[in-house]
């Protein structure tokens, strides 16, 4: 048994592949006999992610979900930023650039629309909660942006620790339910073709989300969703700690 354990341990990352192909099986299944395919495989795989990152968190009373076991420690690497921005960049290369130049105009407005809306929703959140100063209520507008937007806004213009820590929470609740939510709803919005992949990814701007929920759509979208959802985080980290803080302090003294 210790010599299993440590041979799990040495070989982190390809025990995380081994188990996510496990994940993927089991999904595609579940998705194939319990919901006749209705629900896609990929959003039952995240799902079942969650479960089991919120289960290795209790267990261990660590802060990475299940990569605080040992012996499934590869999961912190395999679920970083850089095989996540990898997946990503590598499905560019079947981009048409055709397209991205038709949709340029929609997807310029569907951008700063995203951003304004979405913002406006995380401060009458925020308000809600209670807060009333304008640090605290952009923080947590922003973070309804994005959860990279909110923490950078946060720190630009001296919010509070537990502003930043509520702008991350909801930015990661917002990331989740495009996830899960995006296949359920794709073919009602007309989300079939790059054109509103593009659009959409401006209006909603999570790129974790949006790649995640266009990945259980159609994989195929996923890079043209991905580029503006990217752009939207730019254009976050550029409007919310400025005009939009500005705004906010006219509005609330």
Same mark, same amino acid.
């Given at each position: 048994?210790?010599?299993?354990?440590?041979?799990?341990?040495?070989?982190?990352?390809?025990?995380?592949?081994?188990?996510?192909?496990?994940?993927?099986? #089991?999904?595609? /299944?579940?998705?194939?006999?319990? !919901?006749?395919?209705? $629900?896609? +495989? &990929?959003?039952? %795989? *995240?799902?079942?992610?969650?479960?089991?990152?919120?289960?290795?968190?209790?267990?261990?009373?660590?802060?990475?979900?299940?990569?605080?076991?040992?012996?499934?420690?590869?999961?912190?690497?395999?679920?970083?930023?850089?095989?996540?921005?990898?997946?990503?960049?590598?499905?560019?290369?079947?981009?048409?650039?055709?397209?991205?130049?038709?949709?340029?105009?929609?997807?310029?407005?569907?951008?700063?629309?995203?951003?304004?809306?979405?913002?406006?929703?995380?401060?009458?959140?925020?308000?809600?909660?209670?807060?009333?100063?304008?640090?605290?209520?952009?923080?947590?507008?922003?973070? #309804?942006?994005? /959860?990279?937007?909110?923490?950078? !806004?946060?720190?630009? $213009?001296? +919010? &509070?620790?537990? %502003? *930043?820590?509520?702008?991350?929470?909801?930015?990661?609740?917002?990331?989740?339910?495009?996830?899960?939510?995006?296949?359920?709803?794709?073919?009602?919005?007309?989300?079939?073709?790059?054109?509103?992949?593009?659009?959409?990814?401006?209006?909603?701007?999570?790129?974790?989300?949006?790649?995640?929920?266009?990945?259980?759509?159609?994989?195929?979208?996923?890079?043209?969703?991905?580029?503006?959802?990217?752009?939207?985080?730019?254009?976050?980290?550029?409007?919310?700690?400025?005009?939009?803080?500005?705004?906010?302090?006219?509005?609330?003294?």
């Amino acid at each position: 048994m210790e010599y299993i354990t440590t041979l799990l341990s040495k070989n982190g990352l390809i025990v995380a592949f081994f188990s996510i192909g496990l994940i993927m099986y #089991a999904s595609d /299944f579940l998705s194939d006999k319990l !919901t006749n395919k209705k $629900i896609p +495989a &990929s959003a039952i %795989a *995240i799902f079942l992610g969650l479960v089991i990152s919120y289960i290795g968190g209790i267990l261990t009373g660590g802060n990475k979900g299940i990569a605080d076991i040992k012996q499934l420690s590869g999961f912190e690497l395999m679920g970083g930023a850089m095989f996540r921005d990898f997946a990503i960049v590598s499905t560019a290369m079947g981009v048409s650039f055709a397209i991205i130049k038709k949709t340029g105009l929609a997807g310029i407005i569907s951008l700063f629309t995203g951003v304004i809306l979405t913002f406006l929703c995380g401060s009458l959140i925020a308000y809600a909660m209670g807060y009333r100063d304008a640090k605290s209520i952009t923080t947590i507008g922003a973070g #309804a942006c994005t /959860f990279i937007v909110g923490p950078v !806004t946060g720190a630009a $213009i001296g +919010a &509070s620790s537990d %502003a *930043i820590a509520n702008s991350i929470a909801t930015g990661l609740v917002k990331s989740i339910l495009v996830t899960i939510g995006t296949p359920l709803v794709a073919r009602f919005i007309g989300l079939n073709n790059p054109v509103t992949a593009m659009v959409f990814g401006g209006l909603i701007g999570t790129t974790s989300g949006v790649a995640a929920g266009l990945a259980s759509t159609d994989p195929k979208l996923v890079p043209y969703g991905a580029m503006t959802a990217t752009f939207y985080t730019g254009l976050g980290c550029l409007l919310c700690p400025s005009i939009l803080y500005l705004l906010v302090k006219v509005i609330v003294g």
